[in-house]
């Protein structure tokens, strides 16, 4: 893992969402150097280390079918030279591009497990834990999204690099999807320094934040003093409007890509909350670029906005 992620000026693009140039800075947790990066690497170096310090040599774990958490634990099992096993809803034969084709490369076993709600597919995983021990294996289940308290360990050393390089930040703004994430830079830098913006990947995003945070914090944590917004659009998973606009003025200012699932949905609460003065002029704004490259080419909806603008 390449550590300390860079933290890069965004001054075209704080302009044109109408901030002062010098206001707006991007983390790039997208550069953390396996795997294809991405917030989840964090996670995992507590996670999948405590997990191979237990002598665990196959990883299990939950996701969507283009899981950016799925991908990075295939990874960081590939690195530790332990097995994986990719416990998806639906069955095979839809899209294989994006993190599939990377969940394949890195050697992951993938077990598909039918239309099935969150907490069968938990079931789903458990019941494959429990057929790897009874073959003589010694599993490890890493939690949805990588996120716990242990996993959002990572996120406080994150939120430690910020203030190490943005020591003035009045604002951090992240997506927030399984927890883990915005609970470590709140259990570090406090509630009313971050903002995050919630993607739909579950139904009870801040009582997630404050379980994971809680024993990471030294002062208390409550689920109504979280800044959250909502961008979920029409569900998790789809490329709403919002989105589309804030991966095209991003990519089209800095050059820098995000994803339409996690990344563009948070650029475009930032942007939200600029307009509605959440965020001002003058208040230094870091927004944590968590990855998820790789599933914008196994988004269909991302891909034919994209071969429209070339036609």
Known sequence: MTLPSPVEPAPRLAEAIGLRPEDLWIKRDDLLGIGGGGNKVRKLEYTAGLAH??????????????????????????????????????????????????????????????????????????????????AGAHPALIPFGGSSSVGAQGYVDCAEELLGQVPDLAHVVVALGSGGTMAGLVARLGVERVLGVDVGARPDPAEAVTTFARPLSPTPIAAKALRIRDQIGAGYGTYTPEATDALMLTARTEGIILDPTYTGRAMAGLIAAVKDGEISRGQTTVFVHTGGLPGLFGHPAAVAHAERLLS
């Open 53 to 134: 310090r237990d002598g665990a040599d196959t990883l299990v774990t939950t996701g969507a079918p283009q899981s950016n958490h799925a991908r990075l634990t295939a990874a960081v099992a590939a690195k530790l030279g332990i097995k994986a096993v990719l416990v998806f809803p639906g069955g095979p034969g839809g899209s294989s591009s994006g993190n599939l084709v990377l969940d394949g490369l890195l050697g992951a076993r993938i077990v598909w497990s039918g239309e099935v709600a969150a907490h069968a597919l938990a079931e789903a995983a458990e019941n494959v834990v429990a057929e790897l021990q009874a």
